[in-house]
């Protein structure tokens, strides 16, 4: 019987060498992939870093009377374009109200401690959050929109809390404090950036 021979080229060590390099990188790609996730987790995310940031508003196309809300750290903010009539109804209802003096420190910055709660008096900046439970109130503006005797203000559906036009809680409200007032400053006549002091010298 005749046998056959097999001929077998020696092996390239170029070519293992290649081939190691190959499989290396490949593993190391998947190793990266992997790990991003777990790296990612440590940073913080585009929202996160979003509602630490300063927010930048732009008030131009908010007409007398309109109210408007943004989001600064997570929360409503409310920008509000009073009225002449809206800053007269202010002054009407002091006595209805539990802190009209703005006296509770905390509630708002010190540039913000006067009637209309604001640095301009007809743009009311606030965070819409009743400081009972956190709820959402109602713009209500209208004198007579909520009751006969309503002069205009906010209604919180959920416990019933009233403020006026200033977020300054009616007495008999479960809300226990005004409506907090964040800092804020205006860069230009219709642009404000919420999460910034007001600068000394504005």
């Not at 097999?6 to 390239?12: I, Y």
């Not at 930048?56 to 750290?73: C, K, Y």
């Not at 703005?102 to 900046?125: C, H, K, M, T, W």
């Not at 919180?156 to 404090?177: E, F, I, M, N, Q």
Request: glycine letters at 8%; one cysteine or more.
């Amino acid at each position: 019987m005749k046998s056959t021979e097999h001929s077998f080229d020696p092996p390239d060590p170029r070519r293992r060498e290649v081939l190691l390099q190959a499989t290396a990188a490949t593993g190391g790609l998947a190793l990266a992939a992997a790990s991003i996730p777990f790296v990612a987790s440590f940073l913080p995310s585009e929202r996160a870093r979003a509602q630490g940031a300063p927010v930048e508003a732009d008030v131009s196309a908010l007409v007398p009377g309109a109210l408007a809300t943004v989001e600064w750290r997570g929360k409503p903010v409310w920008l509000l374009r009073r009225t002449p009539d809206m800053l007269a109804r202010l002054q009407s209802v002091r006595g209805a109200l539990s802190d009209p003096d703005s006296a509770v420190a905390s509630q708002q910055p010190e540039y913000a401690r006067n009637s209309g709660r604001s640095i301009r008096p007809d743009l009311f900046v606030t965070v819409s959050l009743c400081t009972h439970l956190g709820c959402i109130p109602s713009y209500a503006p209208e004198p007579g929109s909520l009751q006969p005797d309503w002069p205009g203000g906010f209604y919180c559906p959920c416990h019933g809390s009233k403020l006026d036009l200033a977020g300054r809680v009616y007495k008999g409200s479960p809300a226990p404090t005004n409506l907090v007032i964040p800092p804020y400053r205006f860069v230009s006549q219709e642009r404000l950036v919420i999460g910034q002091e007001r600068q000394s010298d504005t």
